[in-house]
């Protein structure tokens, strides 16, 4: 009998995949300016893909050569039940599964950071834009950033490696970029500084705030000594080591510089749709297979289908009246 593929998933630019990124909920807490509107509206809950659907995707995807994997969304932690998936993907961790990681907003983290360590997490990516409560705020909405903090300490305490990422805003946390690079490797977090990307309607231009990482680093020199490193993790980041912080800062810069050549990711989202680049819309519609009845020999072929398909890379734009490049937005794709 014919079995699902173990040995790797390889698009048609000989690039393997093995990363997979699952956005578990499109739902948040937030609504930050460049991410969402003020009014975004949510998905009805019946297109959402049940836990356990998810947990069967992830699966099949770890049987076919997935070793890292990602729980994004929206906000991964405020969807309800979201721990019996955390905990039944971490114990595949050392039996197909390399490495299991979340990306969240920080706001519910210290109700759930010592059970994602018991769970087998190890990492985190922490998103934090602003230590200024006041900006904060303006920045999420409705974010608390003392909450963020108090999350951040319980996760370090519960043993949690983590990654601050940054959205560089032009004239909004442009200034307060090297504070947050300093307090972050005070308490020996890594830092990652990303561009804005034109991914779903947010009510407002971002042309206004874009800005290029080559200037921010160009800026950082005043302050920093940078020297760029070799390591790479299984991201996108460019590194370097400041000097005087002796802690590492990243640069994901998709708008001015094109990473795609060595991309080993794709992205299922809440509803099932596998989109094997962040910046095109072709997609594969997995939830259709699972619920007319496909085994997972099945739904492996499909996303074969869907891997061969990867396209070369993304072409992000931003110009000013410009639509987004992807009608979607990051919290339905995750980011
Ligand atoms: N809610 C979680 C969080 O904020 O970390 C996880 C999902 S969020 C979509 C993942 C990451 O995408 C965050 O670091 C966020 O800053 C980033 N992001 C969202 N929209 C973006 C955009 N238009 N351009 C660049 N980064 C974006
Ligand atoms: Fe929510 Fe994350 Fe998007 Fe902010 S970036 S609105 S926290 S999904």
Not at 39 to 46: E, Q
Not at 138 to 160: M, N
Not at 196 to 223: F, K
């Amino acid at each position: 009998m014919e079995r699902p593929t173990i040995d790797g998933m390889t698009d048609g630019f000989g690039r393997r995949v093995s990363y997979l990124r699952v956005s578990i909920t499109d739902r948040c807490d937030f609504r930050c300016t460049y991410c969402m509107s003020e009014t975004m509206s949510f998905l009805p809950k019946n297109e959402l893909l049940t836990l356990q659907e998810l947990e069967r995707l992830c699966m099949v995807f770890i049987s076919k050569g997935v070793r890292k994997l990602r729980l994004t969304g929206g906000e991964p932690l405020v969807r309800k039940g979201m721990m019996d998936l955390v905990r039944s993907l971490g114990r595949k961790i050392g039996s197909g599964l390399d490495e299991l990681t979340l990306t969240t907003n920080g706001a519910q983290l210290a109700q759930h950071a010592v059970e994602l360590a018991d769970a087998g997490v190890r990492r985190l990516n922490v998103s934090l834009d602003s230590l200024q409560s006041d900006l904060f705020r303006q920045i999420t909405r409705r974010g608390e950033l003392a909450r963020v903090l108090d999350g951040i300490e319980a996760a370090l305490a519960a043993g949690l490696k983590i990654k601050l990422n940054v959205v560089a805003m032009r004239g909004v946390n442009e200034q307060e970029l090297p504070d947050i690079i300093r307090f972050a490797h005070l308490y020996g977090m890594d830092v990652t500084l990303i561009e804005t990307m034109p991914m779903g309607d947010v009510g407002e231009d971002r042309t206004d705030v874009y800005l290029p990482l080559s200037e921010v680093r160009r800026n950082l020199a005043d302050h920093f000594t940078m020297r760029t490193l070799d390591h790479r993790t299984s991201g996108p980041a460019r590194y370097v080591e400041v000097a005087e912080t002796n802690g590492r800062l990243g640069f994901i810069t998709p708008m001015s510089h094109n990473f795609c050549e060595s991309c080993n990711r794709v992205r299922l989202t809440c509803t099932g749709t596998l989109y094997m680049c962040l910046g095109q819309d072709d997609a594969i519609d997995l939830r259709a297979a699972m619920r007319s009845g496909a085994n997972d020999f099945e739904l492996g072929r499909v996303i074969d289908d869907g891997i061969s398909r990867k396209p070369r890379g993304h072409d992000f734009v931003i110009g000013r009246g410009e639509k987004p490049a992807v009608r979607r937005h990051m919290s339905v794709t995750g980011g």
